[in-house]
C-alpha cells in the first residue's frame, strides 16, 4: 500500500517572508532616505521617525531647498557681473584727461584783455563806497523786527490729529492685490473676495511648494506663480502661509520665508508686501498636534513679525484676536474642524483684513 504524502502548508513561512522583506525594504529605504536628507536643514534636529511622515506630508521641500540654492546662486553671479561692470567703465575714462590739456593755452589768450578794465572796477568800488554804508545799516533794523512775526506757525499742529482717524478703505483698495495662501486662503477666495482681489491658494500650499503649485483661481487658467507675477501688476500682495509648515524647524522656515519673500519681490519690486499671521486652530487640534498649540504658531509669528520690521516696504498684520479665546484658541463656534473658519467667520475675517489694511 502507498504511503500518503503529508500535505505541507506553505502559507504561514510565505506570510513571514513577506513580512521579513517587507521590513527589510522599509528599513534600507528609511536608512536611504535619512542619507539623503541629510544636511537639508528643514530636517536638522528632526527625530527619524518623523522624516517619513514629512515626506508622506509634503515632498516639495527637497525641490525647495534646491531650487532655493539655485536661486540664490544666480542673485549672487548676478551681483558679482554688476560689481565688475563699474570697474570696466573706470578704467576707460583716464584717456580723454589728455585732450583738454591744449585748452588752457587758448583760455589764456582772453586774460590779457580785460586787464584795461579795473580802472572803471576801482571807479564802481569808489562810487558805490557811500551807498553801502547807508544800505548796512538800513538793513540790519528790518529785519529784527520781520523775523519774529512768521516764526510762530502752529498750523502743522492739528493735521496729526486728524491722520490717526481714517475711514475703512473700501472694497476697490483690494482692486489691484494678489493673496497668496493656503486651503484658509482659498476659502476666502470663495467666501470673501475683496474687490477685484486675485488669489493664488490652494489645499497643502506652503512655503515650500508655492513655486510648484497651480492656481486654483479662474483668473489665472492653471498657471504658476511665477507666470502669474509676470503677467500682472500688483499695488500689494499678502502672503498667508505657514501654518501647513508650523512643524518645520524654525530657522529653516525663515529662510524659506525669505526666499519666498525675495523671489516675489523681484518679480513685482514696486509692491507693497504683506505678510499675514497664522491663524490659530482650535484647542483640541493644539492639544492633537503640538505644533498647531498657541506657543508654536506664535513664535512663528513673532518670527514674521521680525522679518516684517527688518525689511523696507514689508508690513504684518494679525486677525486671529476676533475669532479666538483669551488663551488664543479659536472659538468653537467660529470653526467646524478647528482649523478652516466657516463661510460666514470666513467672510468676516476679509472685512478684518479690509479694516486693518494697509495705507502707507
Not at 534646491?66 to 576707460?92: C, I, S, Y
Not at 579795473?118 to 551807498?131: D, G, L, Q, R
Not at 519690486?269 to 499671521?277: E, F
Request: aromatic share 8%; charged share 25%.
Amino acid at each position: 500500500m502507498r504511503k500518503k504524502k503529508k500535505r505541507r502548508y506553505y502559507a504561514l513561512p510565505c506570510m513571514v517572508a513577506i513580512a521579513v522583506v517587507a521590513v527589510l525594504a522599509a528599513g534600507s529605504g528609511f536608512v536611504l532616505r535619512r542619507t539623503l536628507l541629510k544636511g537639508l536643514p528643514q530636517y536638522d534636529g528632526q527625530p527619524d521617525i518623523a522624516i517619513p511622515m514629512m515626506l508622506l506630508q509634503d515632498s516639495g521641500p527637497l525641490r525647495e531647498a534646491r531650487a532655493r540654492a539655485e536661486w540664490e546662486a544666480a542673485e549672487r553671479e548676478a551681483a558679482q557681473q554688476a560689481d565688475a561692470a563699474p570697474a570696466a567703465e573706470l578704467t576707460v575714462e583716464p584717456a580723454p584727461a589728455e585732450a583738454p590739456t591744449p585748452e588752457p593755452a587758448a583760455e589764456a589768450a582772453p586774460v590779457e584783455a580785460p586787464t584795461p578794465e579795473p580802472a572803471a572796477i576801482a571807479v564802481f568800488s569808489e562810487a558805490s563806497t557811500a551807498e553801502p554804508a547807508s544800505a548796512m545799516t538800513a538793513a540790519p533794523t528790518e529785519l529784527p523786527t520781520e523775523a519774529p512775526t512768521p516764526q510762530p506757525t502752529p498750523e502743522p499742529t492739528p493735521e496729526p490729529t486728524e491722520v490717526p482717524a481714517p475711514t475703512e478703505v473700501p472694497e476697490s483698495f483690494f482692486d489691484h492685490t494678489l493673496f497668496i495662501g493656503d486651503s484658509k486662503t482659498d476659502g476666502m477666495r470663495m467666501w470673501g473676495r475683496l474687490g477685484q482681489a486675485q488669489y493664488f491658494c490652494g489645499t497643502n500650499y506652503s512655503v515650500y511648494n508655492i513655486f510648484d503649485k497651480k492656481a486654483s483661481d479662474a483668473d489665472f487658467k492653471n498657471a504658476s506663480l511665477d507666470k502669474v507675477l509676470a503677467s500682472h501688476k500688483y499695488d500689494q500682495i499678502y502672503i498667508l502661509l505657514g501654518y501647513n509648515e508650523a512643524g518645520y524647524p524654525f530657522e529653516s522656515l525663515m529662510d524659506q520665508f525669505r526666499y519666498v519673500i525675495a523671489r516675489v519681490h523681484k518679480a513685482q519690486p514696486k509692491a507693497r508686501m504683506i505678510l499675514h499671521g497664522i491663524m490659530h486652530a482650535s484647542a483640541g487640534v493644539g492639544a492633537k498636534y503640538s505644533y498647531y498649540s498657541v506657543e508654536n504658531l506664535e513664535t512663528v509669528n513673532e518670527g514674521l513679525r521680525q522679518l516684517a520690521e527688518d525689511a523696507d516696504g514689508l508690513f504684518y498684520v494679525d486677525c486671529n484676536a476676533p475669532f479666538c479665546d483669551e488663551d488664543g484658541y479659536l472659538l468653537p463656534d467660529v470653526s467646524a474642524d478647528g482649523e478652516h473658519l466657516t463661510p460666514e467667520y470666513t467672510a468676516q475675517w476679509a472685512q478684518e483684513i479690509r479694516r486693518q489694511a494697509v495705507t502707507d
